[in-house]
């Protein structure tokens, strides 16, 4: 289970841009970080609309919440869930599934496992200090989720 938070999170750094562009990962993005296929990008060559964008981040947000669910065996709060999400969304669903985060939550390490966050700062090698932000606002969302549990 996700929440509004979780949302409201990706929007915040992942930012609204209603034309195709690239991102710095190399993919024709649109919306709200949506990677567009090869049709997609044919379809809204033009651009979407706002709601448009929305739609596609419920989309994109639900369909990585259903991808990671399966891989944690343990129960989370909704906000940990939230921030789980959110990491996943940005660095993807593979990577999540391949992590120490994912490994620490799954053996009961809650504590240890948000400090994980925070070594996903770096892309093409360098430390970004909006990927540093968006991990300390990830974690702290996770560890909220761990004081309501």
């Known amino acids: 289970m996700i929440t509004e938070r979780c949302i409201e999170l990706i929007k915040k750094y992942e930012g609204l841009s209603l034309k195709p562009y690239i991102c710095p990962a190399g993919y024709w993005t649109i919306g709200y970080g949506h ?81 994980e966050f925070m070594r996903w700062v770096y892309a093409g090698g360098r430390k970004l200090k909006g990927l540093v932000k968006r991990r300390r606002e990830e974690r702290e969302l996770f560890l909220e989720g761990l004081k309501l549990m």
């Open 35 to 115: 990677v567009l296929t090869k049709d997609e990008l044919k379809e809204y060559k033009n651009g979407i609309t706002k709601k448009e964008a929305e739609l596609l981040l419920y989309h994109d947000v639900f369909k990585t919440f259903f991808l990671i669910s399966p891989l944690v065996n343990v129960k989370l709060h909704p906000y940990c869930w939230d921030a789980l999400t959110s990491f996943s969304f940005n660095v993807g669903v593979y990577a999540f599934k391949a992590s120490s985060l994912r490994k620490k939550i799954n053996r009961g390490e809650f504590y240890d496992a948000a400090e």
